[in-house]
């Protein structure tokens, strides 16, 4: 079983839907990662959580360190919103452990 | 202006052949790792250094060698490649985890085919 799960594999969503990707670990951790990858390939960090919430543009990450639960929201969703959204956590050791990620795919 | 570059983009070569892929980050950043992501999209750590100082090599065949001549760069060199060692493989960097930031920031990968 991998350290981190992630929920859905796969997301389709039409534009303007608000979206949430759900993200569980099993390990202590000094942080939580939102990661973006676009099809082009490039992995671009969207958030760094260890408590709480933040926010940046539409996009919204939560953490819930006694339940080892994190959720990425995005409200009004968009079509450039497309990618792969990979949650990872840095534990003890000096790495990321990373989910297998969801592909989200947002339709006209 | 680039924060972690890696090169080349595009590696195409033959079995058996060694190659190297290069990393730089100019974020000031004392810790950087590769990454392998496979044909699954998976990606797994390789090798994190800090200072450059080896501190995680999971379980790599040793043909993979990591170098890091300082700790803006580190390099990644591979020996008699294999097909199954066809995947992106992507450099980042970060400050040590108990700084209280360990944001990491990523190369735009380097996808390798051995034919």
């Known amino acids: 079983k991998n350290e981190v799960e992630q929920s859905p594999q796969n997301l389709t969503a039409q534009e303007g839907e608000f979206i949430t990707i759900n993200c569980s670990y099993s390990?202590?951790?000094?942080?939580l990662h939102w990661l973006q990858q676009h099809p082009g390939g490039g992995i671009v960090s969207l958030f760094m959580?260890?408590?709480g919430k933040k926010k940046h543009g539409r996009l919204i990450a939560t953490i819930n360190i006694q339940e080892k639960h994190s959720s990425l929201h995005i409200t009004a969703s968009h079509p450039r919103d497309s990618a792969v959204y990979i949650c990872?956590?840095?534990?003890?050791?000096?790495?990321?452990?990373f989910g297998t990620g969801t592909r989200l795919q947002v339709t006209l | 202006d680039t924060a972690v570059s890696q090169t080349p983009k595009y590696l195409v070569t033959q079995m058996g052949n060694d190659k190297s892929i290069k990393c730089e980050q100019n974020l000031g950043h004392d810790t950087m790792y590769w990454y392998k992501q496979d044909s699954k999209k998976f990606l797994k750590i390789m090798f994190s250094y800090n200072n450059k100082e080896l501190i995680i090599n999971e379980t790599v065949p040793n043909r993979f060698s990591p170098k890091s001549p300082d700790k803006a760069h580190l390099n990644l060199h591979i020996n008699s490649l294999e097909l199954g060692d066809s995947a992106v493989y992507f450099c980042?960097?970060?400050?040590?985890?108990?700084?209280?930031?360990?944001?990491?920031?990523f190369g735009q990968g380097t996808r390798l085919t051995v034919v």
């Open positions: 959580l260890s408590s």
């Open positions: 990872a956590v840095t534990g003890t050791a000096s790495k990321l452990t």
């Open positions: 980042a960097s970060s400050f040590r985890p108990g700084t209280g930031n360990t944001e990491a920031f």
């Open positions: 390990v202590g951790i000094s942080a």
